[in-house]
């Protein structure tokens, strides 16, 4: 489970919890939407063998999956269809590491998200054992920020 996760997202402290509102955005969608939704559903799944079963981050890295996102930005989608509003100034995201997301659009959001499962990818293979790098951080990071997007587009 995660610790010091915000209260905001204790909604989706857990894996079944999180992947239950998945499938409840994902229904409440349709086309591209329901896509992308249904690729964060997974990576997320995978994240969360990480945080909560302890499997090794290379024994899902190869599984995570960006062809997605990948095709929709290239065909110029708007991520912002995902949820039109700015992610709301949510009080108990104060002093957070989230607290610099509040007002902002919904596709810097999910831009960074895949940038840091991009980043997860590209370098865990060449430098996992390396000393500087907290790698099961940069995993709760990612998974926190799927979270509030969650939280913010999925409702």
Partial sequence: MFENIPVLLKVFDTASKALSGFSDWRSNSKGDVRALVEELKENSRYFWLIIEEGVPIEDIIDKLTIEEYDRLNKEG??????????????????????????????????????????????????????????????????QTRILLLLRHAGR
């Fill in 77 to 142: 989608f708007n991520f912002n269809l995902l949820q039109k509003k700015e992610i709301d100034k949510y009080p108990s995201l104060h002093g957070t590491s989230l607290s610099s997301w509040q007002g902002k659009q919904t596709e810097q959001l999910v831009t960074n998200i895949y940038d840091k499962i991009k980043d997860l990818k590209t370098k865990y293979p060449l430098a996992k054992n390396s000393k500087k790098i907290q790698w099961k951080l940069r995993v709760k990071n990612a």
